[in-house]
């Protein structure tokens, strides 16, 4: 799989969750991998669901982070990454439900500026 993310080219590897690509500086493992230099994101191929989504997110996160030329502290940019993955969808189905037809007609007044 392949997407773009700014002019970016990135490319998505669903690869065996025992590869070294997964492995830690640390010598822990984990299930996703986002690589700023080869432009690769690299997830276990044992996700499956929500759980693969929210890692998945959580990987493109980092790519648009390096792609739209984000600088922060890796800790920094792990909250934030964690922070899309789980709330995310949360912010743009509100977004989403205030400009439908849902809303009324008074709330998409009031989001007139």
Known sequence: MEYSMNGILWRV??????????????????????????????????????????????????????????DVPIETEEIICDFVASHGMDIIDTVDYLFSNKSTQASTEALAF
Do not use: Q
């Open 13 to 70: 590897y669903m690869i065996n969750s025992n590869d070294p690509i997964l492995k830690r500086s640390d010598s822990t493992r984990t299930v996703g991998v986002t690589n700023v230099n080869t432009h690769c994101v690299y997830i276990s191929n044992k996700l499956t669901g929500g759980f693969l989504r929210k890692v998945l997110t959580h990987e493109v996160c980092h790519s648009a982070m390096f792609s739209y030329g984000i």
